[in-house]
């Protein structure tokens, strides 16, 4: 339910249904326990607020441990992959809702479109890349949902200081890095996400 205001779009979905939260995250087999144990705790806590979590779909490392610390506490978990992943065995089946999508391109737009708010948990290449979309997106005024960091362990310590040179070197805009919620613990996480 939306109802439009000129160039504005007022959503009441959040306050009716309840939040749906987006994680990205690593889907690496080869990453230490605590990254996949955060992973969980933030599904347990996303759950403990009745809020709905929506990743991208797989059932390994970090994106599996998000969904089952969702599920087996009680949580609804929605699922968006591409078929080409489906295909190799990555899909989590035990998704509330799983829907295949053709390209990555149109698993990030479904992911922006449904959810509500992103936090984004250590990862590689593929969570920096859906992370900078997101960012840039808000920038742009694409969306207007919060942009969360959840690092308790440091790993993106060296990115947070990149933003502050860029910033410095006029290659990102004053207003820019303040759109990110850097956050250090679930808790606080979860409040930035609100």
């Known amino acids: ?24 995250c690593s889907s690496s087999p080869t990453i230490d326990n605590k990254y996949v144990d955060l992973a969980y705790e933030l599904g347990r806590a996303v759950a403990g607020r009745s809020w709905d979590l929506v990743t991208g779909g797989g059932h390994i490392s970090m994106m599996g441990a998000v969904s089952r610390g969702a599920r087996e506490n009680g949580g609804r978990t929605v699922g968006v992959i591409p078929q080409a992943l489906v295909d190799i065995e990555f899909a989590d089946h035990e998704n509330d809702e799983l829907h295949i999508v053709e390209t990555m391109g149109e698993r990030k737009a479904m992911i922006t479109e449904i959810a509500d708010a992103f936090i984004t948990l250590p ?32 790993i993106y310590r060296p990115l947070h ?32 996400a609100q």
């Open 1 to 24: 339910m939306a109802r439009s205001y000129g160039r504005h779009v007022l959503s009441l979905t959040p306050i009716l249904m309840g939040m749906r939260i987006a994680v990205f």
């Open 123 to 154: 990862g590689g290449a593929g969570t920096l890349e859906e992370f900078f979309e997101i960012w840039v997106g808000r920038y742009l005024k694409f969306h207007n949902k919060p942009v969360v960091i959840l690092d308790p362990f440091g």
């Open 161 to 192: 200081e990149l933003f502050e040179h860029l910033e410095i070197e006029n290659f990102i805009k004053p207003g820019m890095r303040e759109i990110i919620s850097w956050t250090t613990n679930v808790e606080d996480a979860l409040k930035a």
